[in-house]
């Protein structure tokens, strides 16, 4: 996706205590104009305590958060959230229930030619033509978050603030709905930030992923680049599977382990030496015929459209997902190969 970088909302050493706690402990971050960045971490990371000091919902200690040249929060500045140009989603979408659809989506534009109009037009974007007089709770949980989005966007805002919108919705629904609403948010042009735990809803919908532990930046870039060659192994635990294996980097730019040699990515923190080796799980490969590392398969656990195998090799046990059409029956003997590149960490 192209996206204008005029006008980007910058957070320069954002730092938040809460008493004698850091929660934020100096994030930098850079979200381009008309992009989605997810930010992604475990519970208590400090993702939604980020995203209250974007909306203005709260002071910073230290740093200075700026959309486009203007300096929207600095230890000396403060704009309040009213004055940010900000659409904000939070996690039950809060409706008002003694309103209507309508009646929620005019709540926050202000009296004056249009506003209807205004109002069947977000109506429309976000599918929910034909229901503006029915009441919240005459709604579906995805159509009152629907209702919700109309809201924040009705008023036109530069900057949309989801913070995990979706949580309460299964997961299907849930991923189904977030990447429905980044359809949206793109067709509008508007800048999003989303924050969610779910490593799937991230990858879906962002162009940039922000993966948070303990108030900090662990990384920060395109969704495959983290998936794939993550800056860490906590960041590659928190974005999906992981195989680590104990190994060995060699100067021709392959690592050996006991899934043999394999190629490795060419920045890995580790170039040479005794490593970490992170394999995703899909990257193993069980093959009936010879060329690879033999192998058994110990357990299966069938989960319908795949299934889990407990694959033994001389004296370690991966567990593998596979598509259950091919996974291997117990006991069955094979051989395991590994596609594509490999990260390697040095040891710790």
């Known amino acids: 996706m192209d996206t204008d970088t005029g006008n980007p909302v910058t957070l320069n050493r954002i730092r938040k205590h809460f008493g004698a706690t850091e929660v934020l402990a100096g994030i930098d971050l850079i979200i381009p104009q008309g992009s989605v960045l997810a930010l992604l971490g475990p519970s208590g990371c400090g993702k939604t305590t980020l995203l209250r000091l974007i909306a203005g919902f709260d002071p910073l200690d230290e740093g200075q958060i700026a959309f486009g040249t203007r300096t929207m929060a600095s230890p000396k500045v403060f704009v309040p959230p009213e004055r940010r140009g900000i659409g904000y989603v939070p996690q039950e979408g809060t409706l008002f229930?003694?309103?209507?659809?309508?009646?929620?989506?005019r709540f926050g534009?202000?009296?004056?030619?249009?506003?209807?109009?205004?109002?069947?037009?977000?109506?429309?974007?976000?599918?929910?033509?034909?229901?503006?007089?029915?009441?919240?709770?005459?709604?579906?949980?995805?159509?009152?978050?629907?209702?919700?989005?109309?809201?924040?966007?009705?008023?036109?805002?530069s900057l949309v603030l989801l913070d995990e919108p979706f949580n309460a919705l299964d997961l299907d629904l849930r991923r189904s709905m977030c990447e429905e609403v980044a359809r949206v948010l793109r067709q509008t042009g508007t800048t999003t930030v989303l924050v969610t735990h779910d490593p799937g809803e991230a990858f879906a919908v962002?162009?940039?992923?922000?993966?948070?532990?303990?108030?900090?930046?662990?990384?920060?870039?395109?969704?495959?680049?983290?998936?794939?060659?993550?800056?860490?192994?906590?960041?590659?635990?928190?974005?999906g599977s992981t195989i680590f294996l104990p190994g060995r980097c060699h100067d021709d730019g392959t690592v050996s382990c006991a899934l043999g040699r394999i190629a490795r990515h060419p920045d890995s923190p580790c170039p040479t030496g005794p490593a970490s080796i992170l394999v995703r799980p899909e990257q193993v490969q069980w093959s009936a015929g010879g060329g690879g590392i033999p192998a058994r398969a110990g357990y299966r656990s069938f989960r319908?459209?795949?299934?889990?195998?407990g694959v033994d090799l001389s004296d370690l046990c991966l567990d593998l997902r596979m598509p259950s059409l091919s996974a291997p029956p117990l006991d069955a003997q094979g051989y395991l190969q590994v596609l594509g590149a490999c990260m390697a960490y040095p040891e710790s």
Not at 143 to 155: D, G, H, I, K
Not at 304 to 309: E, S, V, Y
């Open 97 to 105: 229930p003694h309103l209507t659809v309508e009646g929620n989506i």
């Open 109 to 157: 534009l202000p009296r004056q030619a249009g506003r209807r109009q205004r109002v069947e037009e977000v109506l429309a974007l976000t599918g929910l033509s034909g229901l503006g007089r029915r009441y919240p709770h005459e709604l579906s949980g995805g159509q009152q978050q629907r209702v919700a989005l109309a809201r924040a966007l009705a008023p036109g805002p």
């Open 304 to 309: 319908g459209d795949h299934t889990l195998i």
């Open 206 to 239: 962002s162009d940039q992923l922000a993966v948070m532990q303990a108030g900090r930046i662990m990384q920060c870039a395109r969704p495959e680049q983290v998936y794939w060659q993550p800056a860490s192994p906590a960041v590659a635990r928190l974005t």
